[in-house]
């Protein structure tokens, strides 16, 4: 009897579950009801009810029939999301589906891309965090219809929901909450105790003859560096796009980025700096200990060792007589609905699926991807790379608010440190380097 009332519920929400979902682009974040009050995609308890965890009823549909859509996967899942999308058109066998075309695409791009050309892109689509406001402000994501906004609230964990909420508006479906990187190793290399301080670890590494890599030329991965000394980013200024930073102590960034450069120096040889591509090749051939990786790379990194596989959150640095926690950028991925999408509602309904617990699962279990979705969590909750995941998620700064001018000015500060002639000692050209560093991330 609940399933009857839930199904004759969902029908009655058709009609405002999907309230601003038209096609031709004007279901965009800027939306707003015809009283001209801004439309809320927060939904309610009984709007969540009414809908599946895993399945919306086939009458949120609504007329959409003759379906053509794409989607846009970066190329690992890219088989995984075509058998998803077979069992999503086998479980709606009622409705017609013109084509559902499963296509590889970078998630780094997709922003990219769909503001250049929406028409031409994808329906539905995978994006990083700190794309969200690039989305967003280009009015090219539909924001999630309130009664799938209030399953995806019920059911996902808070800070990934939250950050893809503006003005009381859910604009894209979370997928995963473990973009980020941890701490790779061989354990018969470096211990668990050696894991804990990067002075342990590189001792161990150098003590095997083996290498750790960092690509300390990426801005995404030697941010660390300024993070760990206190210089956090914390969105945006007044104008929307100048990068504003938390408060810190200067002279205390300048003395950690010294201790960074100077285990550069002193483990010149085994510290090497390289694209994290490298690291799995170099467990597999025998000549790195460790590394610090991403949750993408974390199925070579387990294949290339085997039993010999460890991950934890990243380790401390001493600066001075104090041992620091390395801060790190942490964010979550996304699945978006092209607000020019020819078929609104089924676009919604398959983004809400591949969103769903049972993707969610199928993609921690076989490529790794980290769930956002509480119970798909649950499955893999063993999982060691998760757990060093998870620890980190702890100990890092939101990949939200990011500036186009943070990543070039980060990894340029990255590469001066590990540069040959770089003297770690030196204050003056730390300090110099540093206030360069935040005046290019700043556009100043």
Not at 256 to 266: N, W
Request: glycine residues 10%.
């Amino acid at each position: 009897m609940k399933k009857v009332l839930a199904i004759l519920l969902a029908g009655m929400l058709t009609a405002t579950a999907f309230a601003g979902c038209g096609g031709g682009g004007n279901n965009n974040s800027g939306s707003k009801a015809a009283d001209g009050s801004q439309t809320e995609s927060k939904g309610d308890a009984s709007a969540a009810a009414a809908v599946d965890p895993s399945w919306p009823d086939a009458s949120l549909f609504g007329d959409e029939d003759n379906i053509t859509l794409k989607v846009w996967a970066p190329d690992k899942a890219v088989d995984l999301v075509k058998t998803q999308v077979e069992a999503f058109k086998s479980h709606y066998s009622d409705k017609k589906f013109a084509s559902i075309e499963v296509v590889a695409q970078g998630e780094n791009d997709a922003a990219t891309l769909i503001v250049n050309d929406p028409e031409k892109a994808a329906d539905v689509f995978g994006f990083p965090s700190d794309q969200l406001n690039k989305l967003k402000d280009a009015q090219v994501l539909t924001q999630v219809a309130p009664a799938l906004a209030a399953q995806v609230q019920a059911m996902n964990a808070e800070k990934t929901v939250t950050a893809a909420t503006f003005d009381g508006q859910l604009l894209a479906f979370p997928e995963t909450n473990d973009n980020g990187y941890y701490l790779v190793f061989d354990n018969s290399v470096v211990t668990a105790d050696d894991a804990k301080t990067l002075e342990g670890v590189l001792a161990a590494c150098k003590k095997a003859g083996k290498s750790f890599i960092m690509d300390a030329g990426n801005g995404y991965y030697s941010c660390i560096f300024a993070f760990t000394g206190g210089a956090e980013i914390d969105g945006f200024e007044a104008d929307g796009t100048t990068q504003k930073f938390k408060e810190y102590d200067e002279a205390t960034v300048v003395k950690t980025l010294m201790a960074f450069a100077q285990l550069m120096k002193d483990y010149k040889g085994t510290f090497v700096s390289q694209d994290p591509a490298n690291i799995s090749t170099g467990f597999k051939n025998g000549k790195v200990g460790a590394g610090i990786d991403g949750t993408w790379n974390s199925q070579p990194d387990k294949e290339a060792l085997g039993d010999k596989f460890g991950a934890a959150k990243l380790p401390t640095i001493k600066v001075g007589s104090e041992d620091k926690q390395i801060i790190s950028l942490f964010g979550y991925k996304y699945i978006g609905v092209n607000s020019h999408t020819k078929f609104p509602r089924s676009a919604q309904i398959l983004g809400y699926y591949l969103a769903g617990q049972e993707c969610q699962e199928q993609r921690a279990k076989q490529i790794g991807w980290g769930p956002s979705n509480q119970e798909a969590l649950k499955a893999v909750a063993d999982d060691a790379i998760l757990q060093a995941v998870a620890a980190q998620a702890e100990n890092a700064v939101p990949q939200v608010n990011v500036a186009g001018t943070f990543w070039t000015s980060m990894g340029t500060l990255g590469s001066e440190m590990y540069k040959d002639g770089w003297n770690p000692a030196d204050e003056a050209a730390t300090k110099k380097l540093f206030e360069k560093t935040i005046a290019n991330v700043r556009d100043e």
